[in-house]
């Protein structure tokens, strides 16, 4: 599913555990139906950071996603991000 963090999130200032939100950018279908409207939130969690360093200039985020809201009913989700684009 496509989604776009609601907040900026920095690998020199974000922590484990620090929580964040999302929305679905487009309908995530199967079989027809649309199971996960756009705009739907989801809610996420910072698992791991590696912030970039003088030697090492490549820092990395880790995000896992553990609710997803549809029309107003919450319902817990495991997923993480495979794939970021800036």
């Known amino acids: 599913m496509d989604v776009r963090i609601s907040s900026r999130l920095n690998s020199g200032t974000a922590?484990?555990?620090?929580?964040?939100?999302?929305?679905?950018?487009?309908?995530?279908?199967v079989g027809g139906r649309t199971l996960v409207p756009a705009g739907a939130v989801m809610r996420g969690v910072v698992t791991s950071v590696e912030p970039a360093t003088?030697?090492?200039?490549?820092?990395r985020l880790t995000l896992s996603f553990d609710q997803l809201t549809?029309?107003?009913r919450n319902y817990p989700i495991r997923g993480t991000v495979t794939q970021a684009i800036e």
Do not use: C, K, P
């Open 15 to 29: 922590t484990v555990e620090d929580r964040f939100e999302a929305t679905t950018l487009v309908d995530f279908n």
């Open 54 to 59: 003088r030697t090492n200039r490549t820092a």
């Open 70 to 72: 549809v029309n107003g």
